[in-house]
C-alpha cells in the first residue's frame, strides 16, 4: 500500500512538472510571436510614413511649380502667395536654372536618414530664372526648413532685372516681402 502511495504520488508530481513546462512553452512561444507581430508592425508603419512624406513632398512641389508657373504666365509684376502643410522631412527647396525650362526641386529626408531630390520641371523658359531666397544671389542658397508646418511660400516675377527673374522665398524670412 505504501508503495502505491508513493508511486501516486510521484505521478502526480511528473504531471506538475509536465504541466508547468508545457505552460512555459506556450507563454514563450505567446511572446515570441507577439514579438514578431511588434516589430512587423513598427517596419510597415514606418514605411507607410515615408511613403506619405515622399507623395505630400511630390504634391506640394507640384503645387508650387503650378504657382511658379502661373506667375510666368501672368507677366513682369505678378505675384502669389502659395501656401501648404509642409511634412516633417522637407529640409530644402532649390532652384536649377540650365536648360531650355527651370526646375525646382525639394530635398526631402526619411525616417531612416536617406535622402532624396523630387525635382518638377516648371514653364519658366531661359533667360528667366527662378531665384530662391532674394537676399543672396551667389551662389543660390535653397530655402530651409527648421520645422514642419504651415508655410508661406512668395513667388514674384521681378520688373526690374536683366534677365528677368522669379523670386521665390519663405515669407517671415529677411529678405522676403
Do not use: W
Not at 513632398?57 to 504657382?67: D, Q, V, Y
Not at 501656401?83 to 532649390?94: D, K, L, M, Q, V
Not at 523658359?125 to 542658397?141: E, H, L
Amino acid at each position: 500500500m505504501m508503495m502505491l502511495k508513493k508511486r501516486l504520488h510521484k505521478i502526480h508530481l511528473n504531471k506538475k512538472a509536465q504541466i508547468a513546462i508545457e505552460y512555459v512553452m506556450i507563454t514563450g512561444a505567446l511572446v515570441f510571436l507577439l514579438a514578431g507581430i511588434i516589430y512587423s508592425y513598427g517596419h510597415f508603419s514606418s514605411q507607410n510614413k515615408d511613403t506619405e512624406i515622399v507623395k505630400k513632398s511630390e504634391n506640394i512641389a507640384k503645387g508650387l511649380a503650378a504657382t511658379i508657373n502661373e506667375v510666368y504666365l501672368y507677366g513682369k509684376g505678378s505675384k502669389q502667395v502659395y501656401e501648404a502643410n509642409f511634412p516633417y522631412g522637407i529640409n530644402s527647396i532649390t532652384a536649377a536654372n540650365s536648360g531650355e525650362y527651370s526646375e525646382i526641386s525639394f530635398g526631402v529626408t526619411d525616417s531612416k536618414n536617406f535622402q532624396s531630390d523630387i525635382a518638377i520641371i516648371t514653364n519658366v523658359k531661359s533667360p528667366t530664372i527662378i531665384v530662391i531666397d532674394p537676399t543672396y544671389f551667389s551662389p543660390q542658397p535653397p530655402i530651409t526648413f527648421i520645422n514642419s508646418g504651415n508655410k508661406k511660400i512668395l513667388v514674384k516675377y521681378d520688373e526690374s532685372t536683366n534677365p528677368d527673374r522669379i523670386y521665390v522665398c519663405l515669407i517671415g524670412t529677411s529678405g522676403c516681402d
